[in-house]
């Protein structure tokens, strides 16, 4: 796997150029271009940015439900690619819920951390990953509770005790209680062990309120550690907790709030000049601001709910904090679940009464605020759970664009289809680009035009689409294509889309192996261009994948008990299986009986009214042993009744 990251990080290395137009302030208070949106792949639980490389970019990491982690790797100009999932192994049946990075161990690289639960057995668990020069360690469980099923909500890596260590602090709930108690939860980083790893503290937890959704560290009363707030959702309440210097909090304040809002996300700053840290809590109800004014003591006195949704926005997510109209006061940025992002604009008196829109993708978590494009100024990036993409908004005068190829699995011996993808924040009306690939395990035979492109130009296809194949054992495979639209259309804006299938024979090989497919530049050069709308000419970044070539097995479909029969007995097992009374089959392609792509109750049926009822037969391979037409669909190992 290092290897395989050096090599994909060297093609990105290779492709950064200076950037062509600095990135302006957020003084335009509204972002006016199109988001540079990054494929995860993963529907995402949380996000956050991160140097995990030591290259100096930021990269975006991001975790789904099922603790699998997506990281893309970070351009220099706001793009990320080169996408690497982790796969969190055994042990994850529970609902990942939140992740962050930090420096768990003092040694000045970025870890990642992320908070789980089961559903009913003891415990909560935080997972950390460990970085070693760029390469992230194994797995390393931490349970919260030996006897309570803890769940962790939120979660944040800082340093609370002074010792240049982060450490864990979460918001954990007791779910499975009627009142489901809520607690804050701190686990003390002791320090790195011989033979690697780290050594952390029992977790502490500091009971209050319940269902707590957000948890914040910050330096609330100017003592120079941090303290701590939550944000408690079902217990309508908001709870600030003092740090004694040590990392060991009590409760210091507390606000129940008799009108219901639900508090689910908070900021913290000082937002009406007073000196004084205060805070912002975003509501989960009824769609609005809360101002929180800190006495310095870590007492708040409670604002005016300031409403910002309206019907059809959808829920509020987690807000942010950040000077959007370079007048020298934090505003207060809240995206919607429907897509649209307000901003409310402070004039210094924390009042927020002024308001700006821009809309965005739907299903955004939060609003984040990092500086990704490398010119000084921060940009702001979101993530969207139900399409799984980031997105990032750069300023109006960062033209990008870049060439993406997906991990994919394909099958030896077989032909293939492997989709060349394109993004750029302005519609994509020309472009030039090379794919690089080792024929003597994918040989090229078609580049044609996606589903995309012939949807844009109509039937006749792009003006100019000429293709060299090449044929010598190093030729690249080269596209020069011009939709041909008038000025201003093109492939849309802000969005990943398939810009052509590249066709190719896959060697029949004798054991599993892998390959990198990468986009180059024509000629060899180390960019590809892009011609977006407008005229404008960039040099687009270029992220590679791996491609897993996999063995396709021959079975029989139907054959669930691999006896070489189809009779009552396969839908006997099938049944069993999918109840639980037996384990799982080493087969499920098999058992798939009417080839959907999936093991159900159906199958059953198939096979039973094909033997009783006349009724269809499974469908290929069958009624003889052959590989299906897509054999990677759903997994089989080798079978004893298919030689």
Same mark, same amino acid.
């Given at each position: 796997?290092?290897?395989?990251?050096?090599?994909?990080?060297?093609?990105?290395?290779?492709?950064?150029?200076?950037?062509?137009?600095?990135?302006?302030?957020?003084?335009?208070?509204?972002?006016?271009?199109?988001?540079?949106?990054?494929?995860?792949?993963?529907?995402?639980?949380?996000?956050?940015?991160?140097?995990?490389?030591?290259?100096?970019?930021?990269?975006?990491?991001?975790?789904?439900?099922?603790?699998?982690?997506?990281?893309?790797?970070?351009?220099?100009?706001?793009?990320?690619?080169?996408?690497?999932?982790?796969?969190?192994?055994?042990?994850?049946?529970? !609902?990942?819920?939140?992740?962050?990075?930090? /420096? *768990? &161990? =003092? @040694?000045? #690289?970025? %870890?990642?951390? $992320? +908070?789980?639960?089961?559903?009913?057995?003891?415990?909560?668990?935080?997972?950390?990953?460990?970085?070693?020069?760029?390469?992230?360690?194994?797995?390393?469980?931490?349970?919260?509770?030996?006897?309570?099923?803890?769940?962790?909500?939120?979660?944040?890596?800082?340093?609370?005790?002074?010792?240049?260590?982060?450490?864990?602090?979460?918001?954990?709930?007791?779910?499975?209680?009627?009142?489901?108690?809520?607690?804050?939860?701190?686990?003390?980083?002791?320090?790195?062990?011989?033979?690697?790893?780290?050594?952390?503290?029992?977790?502490?937890?500091?009971?209050?309120?319940? !269902?707590?959704?957000?948890?914040?560290?910050? /330096? *609330? &009363? =100017? @003592?120079? #550690?941090? %303290?701590?707030? $939550? +944000?408690?959702?079902?217990?309508?309440?908001?709870?600030?907790?003092?740090?004694?210097?040590?990392?060991?909090?009590?409760?210091?304040?507390?606000?129940?709030?008799?009108?219901?809002?639900?508090?689910?996300?908070?900021?913290?700053?000082?937002?009406?000049?007073?000196?004084?840290?205060?805070?912002?809590?975003?509501?989960?109800?009824?769609?609005?601001?809360?101002?929180?004014?800190?006495?310095?003591?870590?007492?708040?006195?409670?604002?005016?709910?300031?409403?910002?949704?309206?019907?059809?926005?959808?829920?509020?997510?987690?807000?942010?904090?950040?000077?959007?109209?370079?007048?020298?006061?934090?505003?207060?940025?809240?995206?919607?679940? =429907?897509?649209?992002?307000?901003?409310?604009?402070?004039?210094?008196?924390?009042?927020?009464?002024?308001?700006?829109?821009?809309?965005?993708?739907?299903?955004?978590?939060?609003?984040?605020?990092?500086?990704?494009?490398?010119?000084?100024?921060?940009?702001?990036?979101?993530?969207?759970?139900?399409?799984?993409?980031?997105?990032?908004?750069?300023?109006?005068?960062?033209?990008?664009?870049?060439?993406?190829?997906?991990?994919?699995?394909?099958?030896?011996?077989?032909?293939?289809?492997?989709?060349?993808?394109?993004?750029?924040?302005?519609?994509?009306?020309?472009?030039?680009?090379?794919?690089?690939?080792?024929?003597?395990?994918?040989?090229?035979?078609?580049?044609?035009?996606?589903?995309?492109?012939?949807?844009?130009?109509?039937?006749?296809?792009?003006?100019?689409?000429?293709?060299?194949?090449?044929?010598?054992?190093?030729?690249?495979?080269?596209?020069?294509?011009?939709?041909?639209?008038?000025?201003?259309?093109?492939?849309?804006?802000?969005?990943?889309?398939?810009?052509?299938?590249?066709?190719?024979?896959?060697?029949?090989?004798?054991?599993?192996?892998?390959?990198?497919?990468?986009?180059?530049?024509?000629?060899?050069?180390?960019?590809?261009?892009?011609?977006?709308?407008?005229?404008?000419?960039?040099?687009?970044?270029?992220?590679?994948?791996?491609?897993?070539?996999?063995?396709?097995?021959?079975?029989?479909?139907?054959?669930?008990?691999?006896?070489?029969?189809?009779?009552?007995?396969?839908?006997?097992?099938?049944?069993?299986?999918?109840?639980?009374?037996?384990?799982?089959?080493?087969?499920?392609?098999?058992?798939?009986?009417?080839?959907?792509?999936?093991?159900?109750?159906?199958?059953?049926?198939?096979?039973?009214?094909?033997?009783?009822?006349?009724?269809?037969?499974?469908?290929?391979?069958?009624?003889?042993?052959?590989?299906?037409?897509?054999?990677?669909?759903?997994?089989?190992?080798?079978?004893?009744?298919?030689?």
């Amino acid at each position: 796997m290092q290897t395989l990251r050096a090599l994909l990080r060297s093609l990105t290395l290779s492709s950064i150029l200076f950037q062509l137009l600095i990135s302006i302030s957020w003084g335009q208070q509204i972002p006016f271009n199109s988001p540079i949106p990054t494929v995860t792949g993963i529907s995402i639980r949380d996000s956050a940015t991160a140097d995990i490389d030591g290259d100096g970019i930021l990269d975006f990491i991001a975790v789904n439900g099922q603790g699998v982690i997506s990281i893309n790797y970070g351009f220099g100009n706001g793009a990320h690619g080169n996408r690497l999932l982790i796969d969190p192994g055994a042990g994850i049946d529970g !609902l990942v819920r939140s992740l962050d990075v930090g /420096d *768990l &161990d =003092g @040694d000045l #690289d970025v %870890d990642i951390a $992320m +908070a789980w639960a089961t559903p009913s057995d003891p415990g909560g668990f935080i997972s950390v990953y460990i970085n070693n020069g760029g390469v992230l360690g194994s797995r390393f469980d931490i349970p919260l509770d030996t006897q309570l099923n803890r769940t962790p909500f939120d979660l944040q890596l800082c340093d609370v005790n002074g010792d240049g260590r982060d450490d864990l602090v979460c918001c954990s709930n007791i779910l499975n209680l009627i009142v489901q108690p809520a607690s804050l939860t701190v686990i003390r980083s002791l320090g790195s062990v011989s033979g690697g790893g780290v050594l952390f503290s029992a977790p502490a937890h500091t009971e209050m309120s319940s !269902l707590a959704t957000d948890v914040l560290a910050h /330096d *609330l &009363d =100017g @003592d120079g #550690d941090l %303290d701590a707030v $939550m +944000a408690c959702r079902d217990g309508n309440m908001f709870v600030c907790f003092e740090n004694d210097g040590t990392g060991s909090f009590t409760v210091a304040s507390s606000i129940f709030f008799p009108l219901l809002p639900h508090p689910y996300s908070m900021v913290a700053a000082d937002f009406n000049g007073d000196g004084f840290q205060d805070v912002v809590l975003g509501t989960w109800m009824t769609k609005s601001l809360i101002l929180l004014e800190g006495d310095g003591t870590l007492g708040f006195l409670e604002g005016d709910e300031i409403p910002l949704g309206v019907f059809g926005w959808g829920l509020m997510q987690r807000i942010a904090a950040e000077d959007l109209d370079g007048d020298g006061f934090l505003d207060i940025i809240a995206p919607f679940s =429907g897509g649209v992002v307000a901003t409310r604009f402070n004039e210094g008196d924390a009042r927020f009464l002024d308001e700006a829109l821009f809309s965005s993708y739907q299903g955004p978590l939060a609003v984040h605020f990092s500086d990704l494009d490398l010119d000084g100024v921060v940009d702001l990036w979101m993530d969207h759970s139900n399409l799984e993409v980031m997105t990032a908004f750069c300023g109006p005068q960062n033209f990008t664009g870049y060439f993406h190829f997906e991990p994919q699995r394909v099958a030896a011996g077989l032909p293939a289809s492997i989709r060349l993808q394109a993004a750029a924040n302005r519609a994509i009306e020309a472009f030039e680009v090379a794919i690089d690939l080792d024929r003597s395990l994918l040989l090229p035979s078609g580049l044609t035009p996606s589903a995309e492109v012939m949807a844009a130009t109509g039937p006749n296809g792009p003006s100019v689409w000429v293709v060299d194949l090449g044929s010598a054992p190093g030729d690249r495979v080269t596209l020069n294509c011009d939709l041909g639209l008038a000025p201003g259309f093109g492939l849309a804006a802000g969005v990943v889309l398939d810009c052509a299938n590249l066709q190719v024979e896959v060697a029949m090989t004798s054991v599993p192996q892998q390959t990198i497919l990468a986009p180059i530049g024509i000629n060899g050069t180390t960019t590809a261009q892009m011609q977006l709308s407008g005229g404008v000419l960039v040099a687009a970044f270029l992220s590679a994948a791996l491609i897993d070539i996999e063995i396709p097995v021959p079975f029989l479909r139907g054959d669930a008990n691999d006896n070489g029969i189809i009779n009552i007995a396969d839908a006997v097992v099938i049944l069993r299986r999918m109840f639980g009374i037996d384990p799982p089959g080493t087969c499920l392609a098999a058992e798939d009986a009417d080839g959907d792509g999936g093991t159900d109750i159906g199958d059953a049926v198939r096979v039973v009214t094909y033997l009783f009822s006349l009724g269809e037969a499974p469908v290929a391979p069958f009624p003889t042993c052959d590989l299906a037409p897509d054999p990677l669909i759903l997994p089989c190992t080798e079978r004893v009744s298919c030689p």
